[in-house]
Nanobody, 116 residues
């Protein structure tokens, strides 16, 4: 059974930093593209950052230059380093593993709250 477990969320002040982690089990981590999504209250879930199996990255415009996604294949873990956070970054952050054509798994989410 594939499981994704996020950690690292919490309450921070605007301008501070936070690092989220997502550890996977039950599958071959290196075969999956990994993503971070977020969902704020009353809004749709949106893609924040993606890292491919080869290490290529992609970011939402709203976080580019502030957030960095990385992966450690030896630890089956993907990270999201969040710097210079803003109140609008407040959301539940979800880890996602996906592999063509139709394998996709989600974590349970971790709350990030940024106070002004």
């Amino acid at each position: 059974q594939v499981q994704l477990a996020e950690s690292g969320g919490g309450l921070v002040q605007a301008g501070e930093s936070l690092r989220l982690s997502c550890t996977t089990s039950g599958t071959v981590f290196v075969l999956y593209d990994m993503c971070w999504y977020r969902q704020a209250p009353g809004k749709q879930r949106e893609l924040v950052a993606q890292i491919t199996t080869s290490g290529g990255t992609n970011y939402a415009n709203s976080v580019r230059g502030r957030f960095t996604i990385s992966r450690d294949n030896a630890k089956n873990t993907v990270y999201l380093q969040m710097n210079s956070v803003k109140p609008e970054d407040t959301a539940v952050y979800y880890c996602n593993a996906n592999r063509y054509p139709n394998s996709q798994y989600w974590g349970q989410g971790t709350q990030v709250t940024v106070s002004s």
